[in-house]
């Protein structure tokens, strides 16, 4: 079967000592542009929330759980309750920021929650829900393999408006630092290769020097300001991982990059599925969750939603107009403008149209 992104992904090769890594996940923010009662990495994307895709993401390249500290703060209690919820038992601890001091205070803060003395820490952000584990394992992989003190995912957009600027020596090409849109010139506006925020440190090196870094005029410590301090070293030792798509850890902060998020992540899972053997009529309005398993040879029809612990067999048709939650559809099996939730239907069955099967008073998933 198609294993669809997600529950029990198994971690990447990779060649970097994992052991001694931990991962610091920024989930502090308020979100006020979200406009919602729900923290903004709450907030579902394709059936999970952004926060779960992130840490799947840093799970996903072999950073365990115990080595993660999630930094939280405005409605702190509903998103250690959402992680305890997803993952009961997993081991992630939980750092608070009282005070949204910038990123770099939010990963001082996270530092008495860091477990032994790892070699590096990865700072990723609650809010980019299509962050891959193929590229946390990029970024490791860049920074062990270079051995720089600080490095930076990066990538070239067309309108770079709003982002952080990757300044460069023009002659030698090492990142000397990175400034802000706002605090931009003319000239380094032009520049159109944006930091990401998404990077990786010496943590000896960091915990050192971090502590030294002056806030802002807005009373704010950057972690970018690390950049510019490590480019200062002889030789300069700041390395990046230049993605095509850098948009894949770009933060979701309004209700429309969060629509936008939802269609690339659902495209990639569809993708992931047609790339298993499946057939889908029409890409575009098959709506999917990780997790799902499909065989080969399945036909997904138009208008198709496959939520929960789906598993479907090979040879099955499923749509036009089907919902299936939790559902088990045996090999050859066909379902028809139908609604199926926590039933199981026998292989080479036919169901529809316009059945709505469920167990009755929350039972145990019978057969059909």
Known sequence: MSSLLGDGAEALPSSSPLESVTAVVLAAGSGTRMRSCLHKVLHPVVG???????????RGAGVLPSSTVIVVGDRADQVVASVDQDRPGAGYAFAEQAERLGTGHATLVARP????????????Y?????????????????????????????????????????????????VTGIVEHRDATPQQRAIREINSGFSAFDATWMWANLPLVP????????????????????PPRVATTVLEDVVETVGVNTRLQ???????????????????GVTCEDPATVYLEP???????????????????????????I????????????????????VIDGVAVAPGASVGPFSNLAPPGGALPRHV
């Open 48 to 58: 999970r929330t952004m926060l779960w895709h992130v840490l799947e993401a840093v």
């Open 113 to 124: 929650q860091v477990k032994g003395n790892p070699s590096t820490i990865v700072v990723a």
């Open 126 to 174: 609650g809010d980019t829900p299509l962050l891959q584990a193929s590229t946390v394992d990029r970024l490791l992989r860049t920074h062990h393999e270079t051995g720089a003190l600080v490095t930076l995912v990066t990538g070239v957009l067309d309108d770079p408006s709003g982002y952080g600027r990757i300044v460069r020596d023009p002659e030698t090409g090492f």
């Open 215 to 234: 806030p802002a005029p807005n009373g704010e410590i950057y972690l970018t300001a690390l950049a510019e301090l490590a480019s200062r070293e002889d």
């Open 258 to 276: 969060l629509a936008e998020a939802e269609a690339r992540l659902r495209q990639r899972l569809v993708l992931q599925m047609i790339d298993g």
């Open 291 to 317: 997790g799902i398993d499909v065989g080969e040879e399945t036909v997904i029809r138009a208008n198709t939603h496959l939520r929960g612990r789906t598993r479907i067999g090979r040879g099955c048709i």
């Open 319 to 338: 749509g036009p107009n089907a919902i299936l939650t939790d559902a088990t559809i045996g090999d050859g099996a066909t379902v028809v403008a139908s």
